[in-house]
């Protein structure tokens, strides 16, 4: 209708075969078959627009999949509620981005159960200003909580959360700046402001960055989860809810192992009956600093090429305020001592992600952009699993969460060997990486100079040598 439009309208597509065939102000209604190429080039079409109300994501990608192969820019209006006083703009028919595809079902932010376990609590976040830690805060400051403690040790990240709960017109948290590492400063945090709940998100996440950074991997992952658990349990803290990774089920490299680790250390803490503790683990978070389509976007804005560290590598995807409810979600339902495993719908064929994202930015693969094969990088996996070998889970009320029933360890030995790792650590006294290994047996590296520490056992059995070799 607008006369200053530059946009023809060549036709409507609907499934609906009563109006297929009609015209609506004049414009047809076309079957879906009818969008073909040929069709396409005929009508000189530069657009599709979806403007299906809440459509399910994985039917917008399989419809969306079908058309980005054609010479066209795929657009999608968004839903009513979203409309400006309750007109569409036209600046609100965007680009159809690679999250829509990948999005999952909308969650809501408020829950009774959440609500009832941070009323009037004193609640602190280590790791507040990273990508799952500071959506965590978000959430949480929708809550009728007692105090919010967040602390980080990146000043300018934690500087920017505080900015932006200010603007939206929170104030009732404390943000600190400083290291999970430093027990003295932590123990006197936790003296001043007595928190019954903790959020433990602090941690290096980086695999390659950490493969041969492994003093700081353990220094944070192992010693300052210890710090932070060991600190809990002295305060009496009643729940402590801790962050893990899919990465740390059959860990092929230090982070997956030194988070492995930081689980098997809280599973002990769990024995004191004091505190308890809760284990969360999940895959990649979409748009998290560092992933792979803040990288891949950037490669697109720069003309190219992608860079793919391997044609058949898969990851497990989760959008970060998903994450962070069922993060919070599980630290209202947990009762200590589990390990929640969160339910990440399949698992996502990156290659197959990264010339869709080509397509949707309206280029070409590969004659626009192309897609360069690098190798696998230091400890990187080609799958990652949710489970390790002889877990298995137990449903619980939300269907998003499931309770992964883990094989018991020798506490006593594994927190010895613990803390055994954290001194050597602490004065460069002895291989730690040997020593990761001993703690978490099927720890075993991909790609990595540490593979040297493989070497099968002589005294291991003809089965136990196949199955290191065939890892």
């Known amino acids: 209708n607008n006369a200053k ?32 190429e040929a069709f396409i080039v005929k009508n000189n079409i530069s657009e599709i627009i979806f403007s299906i109300q809440n459509i399910d994501s994985v039917k917008l990608r399989k419809t969306v999949e079908g058309l980005v192969d054609l010479p066209i820019v795929v657009k ?7 409309w400006i006083n309750g007109e ?7 680009q159809v981005q690679i999250e829509d595809l990948l999005d999952r079902a909308p969650i809501t932010i408020k829950n009774s159960k959440i609500a009832m376990e941070l009323m009037n609590k004193s609640v602190m976040v280590t790791g507040g200003a990273g990508s799952i830690g500071s959506e965590i805060v978000r959430q949480i400051c929708n809550y009728d909580y007692k105090s919010l403690i967040v602390i980080d040790s990146a000043e300018s990240a934690l500087y920017d959360l505080q900015q932006e709960l200010k603007q939206n017109g929170f104030h009732n948290f404390i943000p600190i700046v400083t290291d999970i590492r430093d027990k ?39 010693g300052g989860t210890k710090n932070v658990a060991d600190l809990s349990i002295l305060h009496n803290v009643e729940k402590f809810v801790f ?31 004091k505190t308890k503790f809760i284990t969360t683990r999940f895959g990649n978070v979409l748009g998290s600093n560092g992933s792979v389509i803040p990288l891949f976007r950037k490669q697109i804005e720069k003309g190219g090429p992608l860079t793919l560290t391997h044609k058949d ?12 409810q069922l993060v919070l979600e599980a630290g209202a339902m947990g009762e200590g001592g589990e390990i929640f495993i969160f339910d990440m719908g399949e698992s996502v064929k990156i290659y197959d992600l990264a010339k869709n994202m080509i397509k949707l930015s309206g280029l070409r693969y590969p004659e626009d952009i192309d897609i360069k094969i690098t190798g696998l990088r230091p400890g990187e996996k080609l799958y990652e699993e949710l489970l ?24 006593a030995k594994v927190r010895s060997k613990i803390d055994e790792l954290c001194i050597t650590n602490m004065f460069f006294s002895g291989n730690t990486v040997k020593l990761m290994k001993e703690i978490v047996p099927e720890y075993i590296s991909k790609n990595s100079e540490l593979c040297d520490f493989d070497k099968v056992d002589s005294h291991q059995s003809p089965e136990q040598k196949l199955k290191v070799v065939k890892s």
């Open 184 to 222: 003295n400063r932590m123990n006197a945090l936790f003296s001043e402001h007595k928190p019954n709940v903790v959020f433990h998100a602090a941690a290096y996440k980086h695999v390659p960055l950490m493969e041969y950074n492994s003093y700081e991997a353990i220094k944070i992952n192992v």
């Open 5 to 36: 439009s530059r946009y023809k309208v060549i036709g409507y597509i609907d499934r609906d075969a009563k109006k297929i065939g009609k015209n609506i102000n004049g414009v047809p209604v076309f079957a879906r078959r009818t969008l073909t």
């Open 76 to 82: 999608i209006v968004p839903p009513i509620e979203d």
């Open 243 to 273: 962050v893990s990774t899919d990465k740390a089920v059959n860990p092929t490299n230090v982070m997956g192992a030194t988070k492995r680790i930081a689980e098997m250390y809280i599973s002990c803490m769990q024995k004191e009956n």
């Open 88 to 94: 569409l703009k036209v600046s609100q028919i965007k």
């Open 388 to 411: 390790a070998n002889g877990e298995n889970t137990l449903p619980t009320y939300h269907q998003k969460i499931k309770i992964s029933k883990v094989r018991d360890v020798e506490y």
């Open 313 to 324: 590598i898969t990851r497990y995807f989760m959008t970060i305020p998903e994450a962070s």
